[in-house]
């Protein structure tokens, strides 16, 4: 094992009084219904033949895109294999695309961010391609659901807690606590019910990452507030990005969340966040040591 995934895997047990090694499923986030919870990601690209028959089930739609994306995708090395990197996989809720070197826009929401009390208000946000073709209504484009799912995670429903400047501080520091070992952070903001990060993976894959993120932040923060249950919610939302432009305009849209979001005037001026770190000349980050 690389020297970076063994600094990662024994700071993030210490970290936590071994407590990172379980994951957020288990700690902080088993699911609730997840069958309900499918983010779009891209099953427009998806080429199937006229007398296939489309997946039964949302689970199913999954693994059937996910097997289509290995067709036309390259699988990782044998060496990145060893690591832990499964290329396009799933875990039954979200597909995910785990390589060495990819730069991936990140988002993990709280338990309660879509409160189930009001289901009618966001269940057709996460209707996938597959129920809309059986239906015969127009499905709605990937980016207009993404923007549609991402406007009402602005909207901070739920309990919040990341709202507390003390939990959102543990958010922060735990994003960056491994950053330079295994990954490298490059923007990430901490929002009332959700957070945002834009990562460079290296030698950790990317699912053991955001796992230990999730971990080491659910034990901590249910201390701290004399709590226990979920923290948050199954699975996480990530897409690579192709190309420079794609990298800084995400980059600029997960510094102007907080401002989107009324949270702030600037960018700048929210503590829990890349922007309060980046250089206005160069607008490279300046990470306070250690």
């Known amino acids: 094992m690389a020297r970076a995934q063994i600094a990662f895997a024994v700071d993030a047990r210490a970290h936590v009084a071994g407590s990172a090694s379980q994951t957020a499923d288990r700690i902080g986030a088993r699911s609730i219904a997840p069958r309900r919870f499918l983010w779009s990601h891209g099953a427009e690209q998806m080429l199937r033949s006229p007398m296939e028959k489309p997946p039964k089930s949302k689970r199913e739609h999954v693994r059937h895109l996910v097997s289509e994306k290995r067709r036309w995708s390259e699988s990782p090395t044998e060496a990145a294999q060893i690591k832990g990197f499964r290329g396009w996989h799933e875990r039954g809720y979200l597909p995910h695309c785990d390589k060495p070197e990819l730069i991936q826009f990140v988002t993990f929401r709280l338990w309660d961010s879509m409160p189930a009390s009001r289901r009618g208000e966001w269940q057709h946000l996460f209707a996938s391609a597959r129920s809309d073709s059986r239906s015969g209504a127009q499905r709605m484009d990937p980016r207009e659901q993404r923007r549609q799912l991402e406007e009402y995670l602005d909207r901070g429903l739920g309990e919040c807690p990341l709202r507390d400047p003390r939990v959102a501080a543990i958010v922060q520091s735990t994003l960056l606590y491994h950053h330079g070992q295994g990954f490298r952070m490059l923007a990430w903001v ?9 990562i460079e993976v290296v030698e950790v894959p990317l699912t053991r ?70 250089d206005p000349q160069s607008r490279e980050l300046n990470l306070p040591p250690g």
């Open 190 to 198: 901490v929002m009332p019910n959700h957070v945002h990060t834009l």
């Open 209 to 278: 990452i955001v796992q230990n993120w999730k971990s080491i932040v659910a034990v901590k923060v249910n201390q701290l507030l004399g709590r226990a249950g979920r923290f948050w919610q199954p699975d996480y939302w990530d897409r690579f990005m192709r190309d420079e432009e794609q990298r800084r305009r995400a980059i600029r849209y997960i510094e102007s969340n907080p401002v989107k979001a009324r949270l702030c005037r600037m960018p700048e001026e929210r503590p829990f966040s890349s922007a309060r770190f980046r």
